[in-house]
């Protein structure tokens, strides 16, 4: 069903503009607000939770007007409430227009705009019930997994998109690349491909799309929120950027500790086993429907990424949501087959030949192998075929470091690491632009084979060393 459009976000944006205005002209003092800063447009959610404040700064230091509209935010939040007669006032995120900006002439912009600090640039982590309050100020979703889909980011995606779906709104799942076969219980009708979004309409940045409202024979597109699944890296979208920042807003639910958000507003529990917990978290809690299908979904996510319960990141409630799962009805039997009883051939001539090129050194503490783009190609082998290769390494006695490479077809070397003892492989991995959890972790490299065993087997060693003491 098409989403009529509603115009008192717009209403109520325009009012808080001229609040904020009449403030900054009679009554906040603060020096930086000292210089001619206009308040050019605000974007307010129709229910008046959240707005966007978009403003411009001449002559003066744009980051520490940012700072001053921190520092004011309670006051002007107070104000607005009062003079608005609303009991809750909404919460305020101040921006810098780039639109205005882009307006000066390029020589004023060099000599004269300061570039905020790289930290200013990350969006604001938001709270539980802020997290649900920003995703239901919308009616239109794109959900977003990350590159090298596992089972928890598409399972949280697919569940959250599916949600949103069974309450009569519109939601898609954006995927990067191939859906691996053993997902394929997942696969659903609304997961897409970028093409697919463009031909939705999801091709333009349609968050200024309301400067043309009112033009005849133009319909003002739906504003949508972006939602990136189980990471906060915009390097993880790889040719999907596009959809994600021409979002309204854009969000990232994730888990992982070694985060760089590069979203609007982050929700980051790295106490979650899995992003598919936080998701059940957020259904449950405010009683969106988990139906078997979903259950299913969440159920792969958690299960994948505990590696069955087995990792270190498994904790008690993760048991009691697989629990509640079950109850549910996920089909927790079929999600076993596919993902753990269904190998090809091809798998076991890639673990031979992976086994082939097995080094075990720093004392028999580390293991580590590869598998070449050419020998995936002779033997017909996919992605698929070389996933639970780190995991095979670890389990051999006396390693506590395990490093899986596979060389992909454009050179770059794919590494997949696991650890059972003291050292963090996500600390690790992050010294390579990667990330994960402490004890399975990765990242994607540019040096070649041959100069990323090197480098490894010199790193790993004063790692582990390092880490124990000796």
Known sequence: ??????????????????????????ELKDPAFDAMISITHIKSADDGSFATVYFTSLGSDEAAVMEGFEKAKGYIRNEIGRRLGIRRSPELRFKLDETALRGRRIDTILSDLDLPDEEDSIGREVTFTELAEIIDAYERYLVFTHIHLDGDTLGAAVAFADAMREIGREAWV?????????????????????????LLGFTEDQSDDDENDGEEGDEPAVP??????????????????????????????????????????FFIDSAAAATSEI???????????????????????IVTDTGRFQY??????????AAELHIAGADFVSAYRDLY?????????????????????????????????????????????TDGMSELLRGIIGVEVSVFLRERPDGKIKASMRSKGNLDVAEFAAG????????????????????????LKIKLTEALYSASGE
């Open 224 to 265: 949508y929120l972006a939602v990136a699944m189980d990471f906060a890296d915009s390097e993880r979208l790889e040719g999907r950027e596009h959809l994600f920042l021409g979002a309204e807003e854009t969000l990232s639910i994730d888990h992982h500790s070694v985060s760089t958000p590069d979203s609007d507003y």
């Open 174 to 198: 954006v995927v990067g690349d191939a859906v691996p076969r053993t997902l394929g219980l997942i696969n659903l009708p609304f997961v897409i491909d970028a093409d697919k979004a463009a």
């Open 341 to 385: 009883q269904s190998i090809k051939a091809e798998k076991l001539f890639v673990q031979s030949a992976m086994l082939g090129t097995l080094d075990i050194f720093a004392g028999g503490k580390v293991a580590m192998a590869y598998v070449r783009a050419d020998t995936l190609e002779n033997l017909d082998a996919g992605e698929d075929e």
């Open 1 to 26: 069903m098409k989403r009529q459009r509603s115009y008192r976000g717009e209403k109520l944006g325009e009012e808080m503009r001229r609040i904020i205005s009449e403030l900054l002209a009679r």
């Open 312 to 321: 270190a990141n498994t904790t008690p409630e993760t048991h009691r949501i």
């Open 432 to 455: 390579f632009g990667g990330g994960g959890h402490a004890r399975a972790a990765g990242f994607t490299s540019g040096f070649s084979l041959e100069e990323l065993l090197e480098l």
């Open 279 to 301: 998701v059940f978290r957020l259904l449950k809690e405010n009683n969106l429907p988990i139906t078997e299908r979903i259950a299913t979904a969440l159920y792969i996510g």
